[in-house]
Nanobody, 128 residues
Framework: QVNLVESGGGLVQAGGSLRLSCAASGRTFSTYAMGWFRQAPGKEREFVAAISRSGGSTRYADSVKGRCTISRDNAKNTVYLQMNSLKPEDTAVYYC?????????????????????WGQGTQITVSS
């Protein structure tokens, strides 16, 4: 069992930056791949970024590539999403998720159905 708690969301102007954090409970955090997803009003939840258990494999959605960086600190049981050059279309609830196989990011790790545990989400609102 992994409990995930996101933080770091808020209201920001277009062009600004935010860093999301996701703190995980439990001693097995380092065995999980971690992902970030987002859901805008009236839209389905979509993949944003993911990182393997070692941090050696990462993937990004095309919509955030070059503007976002996912990272993790296994000693702190935390995964981060640094978001720069934010746009109004980035407005959404952002969720972190844990995937138990932990390996390289491809295939099912790009879809929410591939993840086993979810946080409650944190809201990002980007004003124009």
């Amino acid at each position: 069992q992994v409990n995930l708690v996101e933080s770091g969301g808020g209201l920001v102007q277009a062009g600004g930056s935010l860093r999301l954090s996701c703190a995980a409970s439990g001693r097995t955090f380092s065995t999980y791949a971690m992902g970030w997803f987002r859901q805008a009003p009236g839209k389905e939840r979509e993949f944003v970024a993911a990182i393997s258990r070692s941090g050696g494999s990462t993937r990004y959605a095309d919509s955030v590539k070059g503007r976002c960086t996912i990272s993790r600190d296994n000693a702190k049981n935390t995964v981060y999403l640094q978001m720069n050059s934010l746009k109004p279309e980035d407005t959404a609830v952002y969720y972190c998720a844990a995937e138990s196989s932990g390996g390289p990011v491809y295939g099912s790790k790009l879809y929410d159905a591939g993840y086993d545990y979810w946080g409650q989400g944190t809201q990002i609102t980007v004003s124009s």
